[in-house]
């Protein structure tokens, strides 16, 4: 059997898009060997479509005092030469990366034992650890068309982001019925956004007319027993609550973004306004730019604000916008990565 290494980890942006690759791989018969970290959501959920979870210790570098820097550094080139000794006892075909800090000892691994390489970058602006794997992967796949100028042309294929399967499967189903009772989904990526959340808990009290489904994630938030306000701290099944929502209120993560892509809704984005080099806000400008979503920045992020924009978007010809919006997401991800390689 041959076998295949993956990476992508501690949080869900890089998560799930490894899990939809791996399962692809699993099923066309591939030995799966999945490389994380002790400390993210793979070490939380487990990996489930490889035959072998190998979890590392590893640190972040980026948003980290000078100390901090060094620690991470450290951790991931300790943890590179662990995984070079596995990659030579396991002799993969390949490897397969998907960004993030917790990319970075089986790509730099995987450099160091000649075994080919692919990358997958989610975001508009690419990782450092992909720029850097990206100058000896194989192939690089991106999301978004904006990212290409990052990359050599030559090797970079627009691929778009792959989703789960159950989401996939879904979304091809799904088309939008307007209802009278409208339903807001407020998601702020899978660790949750704390300010979006307390507003949006406000906002239920004063839109009684709506119904508002929030996941709120890991964070303390005040929470009134309200008729049209249901409160998830994370939701597993997620394609129910697009198909459930008339428009959805979020954080511009790739993972999500393409999500709302799949589903057609039309959104109102509050990007992470910490994310590396601002990505989150170019995931979703060329979006805003086709009229096709909202952009409320976080600075701008206020209980008046979010209500106005809404009640605005509750009133835009939400069928219309979904068939539009529709248009512009790559359901076939998972099968265009694994004929490439
Ligand atoms: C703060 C930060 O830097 N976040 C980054 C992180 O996003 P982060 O992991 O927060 O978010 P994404 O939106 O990319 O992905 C979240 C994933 O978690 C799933 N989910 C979420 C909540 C829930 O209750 N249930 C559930 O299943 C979503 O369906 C989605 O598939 O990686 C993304 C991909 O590299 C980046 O674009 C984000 O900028």
């Given at each position: 059997?041959?076998?295949v290494f993956?990476?992508?980890g501690g949080?869900?942006?890089?998560?799930?898009?490894?899990?939809?690759?791996?399962?692809?791989?699993?099923?066309?018969?591939?030995?799966?060997?999945?490389?994380?970290?002790?400390?993210?959501?793979?070490?939380?959920?487990?990996?489930?479509?490889?035959?072998?979870v190998?979890?590392?210790?590893?640190?972040?570098?980026?948003?980290?005092?000078?100390?901090?820097?060094?620690?991470?550094?450290?951790?991931?080139?300790?943890?590179?030469?662990?995984v070079?000794?596995?990659?030579?006892?396991?002799n993969?075909?390949?490897?397969?990366?998907f960004?993030?800090?917790?990319?970075f000892p089986l790509?730099?691994?995987?450099?160091l034992?000649?075994?080919?390489?692919?990358i997958?970058?989610?975001?508009?602006i690419?990782?450092y650890t992909?720029?850097?794997?990206?100058?000896?992967?194989?192939?690089?796949?991106?999301?978004?068309?904006?990212?290409?100028?990052?990359?050599?042309?030559?090797?970079?294929?627009?691929?778009?982001?792959?989703?789960?399967?159950?989401?996939?499967?879904?979304?091809?189903?799904?088309?939008?019925?307007?209802?009278?009772?409208?339903?807001?989904?407020v998601?702020?990526?899978?660790?949750?956004a704390?300010?979006?959340?307390q507003?949006?808990?406000?906002?239920?009290?004063?839109?009684?007319?709506?119904?508002f489904?929030?996941?709120?994630?890991?964070?303390?938030?005040d929470i009134?027993?309200?008729?049209n306000?249901t409160?998830?701290?994370?939701y597993e099944?997620?394609?129910?609550?697009?198909?459930?929502a008339?428009?959805?209120?979020?954080?511009?993560?790739?993972g999500?973004?393409n999500?709302?892509?799949?589903?057609?809704?039309?959104?109102?984005?509050?990007?992470?306004?910490?994310a590396?080099?601002?990505?989150?806000?170019?995931?979703?400008?060329?979006?805003?730019?086709l009229?096709?979503?909202?952009?409320?920045?976080?600075?701008?992020?206020?209980?008046?604000?979010?209500?106005?924009?809404?009640n605005?978007?509750?009133n835009?010809?939400?069928?219309?916008l979904?068939?539009?919006?529709?248009?512009y997401?790559?359901?076939?991800?998972?099968?265009?990565?694994v004929?490439s390689?």
């Open positions: 059997m041959k076998t993956i990476s992508g949080t869900g942006g890089h998560y799930y898009p490894a899990l939809a690759v791996a399962q692809a791989l699993k099923e066309k018969g591939y030995k799966v060997v999945y490389i994380g970290t002790d400390k993210g959501i793979e070490a939380k959920k487990g990996f489930p479509y490889a035959d072998e190998i979890l590392f210790e590893m640190e972040a570098v980026r948003g980290r005092g000078l100390l901090g820097k060094v620690k991470g550094v450290y951790s991931l080139l300790k943890t590179t030469f662990k070079k000794k596995v990659i030579e006892k396991e993969p075909i390949f490897s397969v990366c960004g993030g800090y917790t990319s790509g730099v691994g995987s450099f034992t000649k075994t080919p390489l692919y997958h970058e989610q975001n508009s690419p990782s992909n720029r850097l794997l990206s100058l000896f992967a194989k192939k690089i796949f991106i999301t978004f068309e904006y990212t290409k100028k990052f990359f050599n042309p030559t090797k970079t294929f627009l691929t778009g982001m792959p989703l789960r399967k159950a989401i996939v499967e879904e979304a091809k189903k799904y088309i939008y019925t307007p209802k009278d009772k409208k339903t807001v989904l998601v702020g990526g899978s660790q949750g704390k300010k979006l959340s507003i949006t808990v406000n906002l239920a009290k004063t839109l009684p007319e709506i119904e489904i929030l996941i709120k994630g890991k964070w303390e938030v009134p027993s309200l008729n306000l409160v998830y701290d994370y099944n997620m394609e129910k609550l697009y198909k459930q008339d428009i959805v209120v979020s954080r511009s993560g790739s999500t973004v999500e709302i892509l799949a589903f057609g809704k039309y959104a109102i984005f509050v990007p992470y306004p910490y590396a080099s601002n990505h989150q806000f170019y995931n979703v400008k060329w979006l805003y730019d009229g096709l979503c909202e952009i409320v920045e976080e600075k701008d992020l206020t209980e008046e604000i979010l209500k106005e924009k809404i605005q978007s509750l835009k010809n939400l069928l219309k979904h068939q539009e919006i529709k248009k997401s790559i359901l076939n991800s998972v099968d265009k990565i004929e390689f």
